[in-house]
């Protein structure tokens, strides 16, 4: 089993539409999360990180789910420029601290 | 400054080629990363430096060899490389190796011939 699990998609939706992806974790000491966003051909960008009270940041939700081990990112108003890889981020506690990417969801907004 | 800056953007070489991907940070940030990313996967990570000194190789082949000179710049010099190494290899540096995010630089794209 990967340690950070996502759905790759691709996920097709309309421009206006709700999405939401959710990314699963396997190790009970990760201590940190984030969600990232990726273009096409350049690099990862720090979308969000993740609290367990949950945080918003304009159209986008992030949930943290301890007990159940998943973080989930919703996006609402979708817009053409939101079609991009979503990765989801964990830091892993290991003595030292370990970062794990998850292989991504890919999001494509359609006019 | 906001931004890690790496430079070559494109290098291509060949399998007997000794070159160096360099890489720089001025936010005062004490951890920096190399990861490597092939199309369509994730970044993987290949070393860390935290405070200026190797915490962490992934099992990363002896032909990729990383230096950090001070706190601002991080290098990864290359040599006997093989097609297979071919890939995005990003820089990225963060607050500390705990429990920040990153800021990644923009990578070279780097193809072995």
Partial sequence: RK????????????EGATVAFNCTYSNSASQSFFWYR????KEPKLLMSVYSSGNEDGRFTAQLNRASQYISLLI???????????????NVNTGGFKTIFGAGTRLFVKA | DTEVTQT????????????????????????????????????E???????????IN???????????PNSSLLNLHLHALQPEDSALYLCASSQDATV???TFGSGTRLTVV
């Fill in chain 1, 3 to 14: 340690e950070v699990e996502q759905d790759p998609g691709p996920f097709n939706v309309p």
């Fill in chain 1, 38 to 41: 990726q273009d096409c051909r």
């Fill in chain 1, 76 to 90: 609402r108003d979708s817009k053409l420029s939101d079609s991009a890889t979503y990765l989801c981020v964990v």
């Fill in chain 2, 8 to 43: 070559p953007k494109h290098l291509v070489m060949g399998m007997t080629n000794k070159k160096s991907l360099k890489c720089e940070q001025h936010m005062g940030h004490r951890a920096m990363y190399w990861y490597k990313q092939k199309a369509k996967k994730p970044p």
């Fill in chain 2, 45 to 55: 990570l290949m070393f860390v430096y935290s405070y200026e000194k190797l915490s």
């Fill in chain 2, 58 to 68: 992934e099992s990363v082949p002896s032909r990729f060899s990383p230096e950090c």
């Fill in chain 2, 100 to 102: 920040k995010g990153y």
